[in-house]
Nanobody, 117 residues
């Protein structure tokens, strides 16, 4: 059974930093692209950052230069370091894993990030 456990969300002031973690179990981590997605009420879920099994990264333009995604395949964990946070970064952040050959997806339960001005 695949399980994704997210942690690290919270409430911070603008300009501060947070690091999200997502620990995966029940899957062969090395075959998956890992991603962090976010959603605010009334809007579609959007990709914040993804990293594939080879370590290539993609960021949405609004977070590039402020967010850093990394993965530790030995710990089956993906991280999102968020710096210089802005109120518009406020959202529920979801961890997702996508198997690169079958496109099968698994999602975490989400963690709230709130940035106040």
């Amino acid at each position: 059974q695949v399980q994704l456990v997210e942690s690290g969300g919270g409430s911070v002031q603008a300009g501060e930093s947070l690091t999200l973690s997502c620990a995966a179990s029940g899957l062969a981590f090395g075959y998956y692209t890992m991603g962090w997605y976010r959603q605010v009420p009334g809007k579609e879920r959007e990709s914040a950052a993804v990293i594939n099994s080879g370590g290539s990264k993609e960021y949405r333009p609004s977070v590039k230069g402020r967010f850093t995604i990394t993965r530790d395949d030995d710990k089956n964990t993906v991280y999102l370091r968020m710096s210089s946070l802005k109120p518009e970064d406020t959202a529920v952040y979801y961890c997702a894993v996508i198997r690169e050959d079958t496109a099968q997806e698994y999602w975490g339960q989400g963690t709230q990030v709130t940035v106040s001005s």
